[in-house]
T-cell receptor, first 114, second 113 residues
Framework: DAGITQSPRYKITETGRQVTLMCHQT?????MFWYRQDLGHGLRLIYY???????DKGEVPDGYVVSRSKTENFPLTLESATRSQTSVYFC?????????????FGPGTRLTVT | AQSVTQLDSQVPVFEEAPVELRCNYS??????LFWYVQYPNQGLQLLLK??????LVKSINGFEAEFNKSQTSFHLRKPSVHISDTAEYFC???????????FGTGTKLQVIP
């Protein structure tokens, strides 16, 4: 499928477990982002990547790990999930050369940590 | 650092009435401004953006926003709303040439039949 996809769409996990959220885009966009959306906070940036093998922290990186070995994939790992990480997670991508600074969002992953 | 303030968390409005969703930003440098819309259970999608040039920008579905540098505002307006406009709207800002975007906390627009 063309565009940006996220998997799984819904996930329930237990406290302390490791969980990985997947993000895949087919546009070969150089930039990719992970956000979490929480009531009253809007979207907060967790990590972003400017290209394969280049990642950087956002506003709320603690407890998360990212990697980007291929341009099209940008997985987000919660190493030891906590209840405070219950949220909706959005992946996004952008390509400065195409449409200046516009970000394209995936459909989101709703994560519940019990 | 840049920031975005959306003072109204929820805005109820009757169908066919006008609406204004407020957005104020702070930044010490030139900025790009955006409005994104999020329909229920979906990701965000771009509604309109201001990069440069005319301060009034419009979307294809009747929304418009005006960049006001002196008031550091980028309010979103629509003269007559439709039920299908019910969604959450996010204002966002970024520095020119910079890919990281700062989002506001969002405004839920509820259109009442």
């Amino acid at each position: 499928d063309a565009g940006i996809t996220q998997s799984p769409r819904y996930k329930i996990t237990e406290t302390g477990r490791q969980v990985t959220l997947m993000c895949h885009q087919t546009w070969s966009h150089s930039y990719m982002f992970w956000y979490r959306q929480d009531l009253g906070h809007g979207l907060r940036l967790i990590y972003y990547s400017a290209a394969a093998d280049i990642t950087d922290k956002g506003e709320v990186p603690d407890g998360y790990v990212v990697s980007r070995s291929k341009t099209e994939n940008f997985p987000l790992t919660l190493e030891s999930a906590t209840r405070s990480q219950t949220s909706v997670y959005f992946c996004a991508s952008s390509e400065p050369r195409d449409r200046v600074d516009e970000q394209y969002f995936g459909p989101g992953t709703r994560l519940t940590v019990t | 650092a840049q920031s975005v303030t959306q003072l109204d968390s929820q805005v109820p409005v009757f169908e066919e009435a006008p609406v204004e969703l407020r957005c104020n930003y702070s930044s010490s440098v030139s900025v790009y401004l955006f409005w994104y819309v999020q329909y229920p259970n979906q990701g965000l999608q771009l509604l309109l953006k201001y990069l440069s040039g005319s301060t009034l920008v419009k979307s294809i579905n009747g929304f418009e926003a005006e960049f006001n540098k002196s008031q550091t505002s980028f309010h979103l307006r629509k003269p007559s709303v439709h039920i299908s406009d019910t969604a959450e709207y996010f204002c966002a800002v970024t520095k020119k040439g910079y890919q990281k975007v700062t989002f506001g906390t969002g405004t839920k627009l509820q259109v009442i039949p």
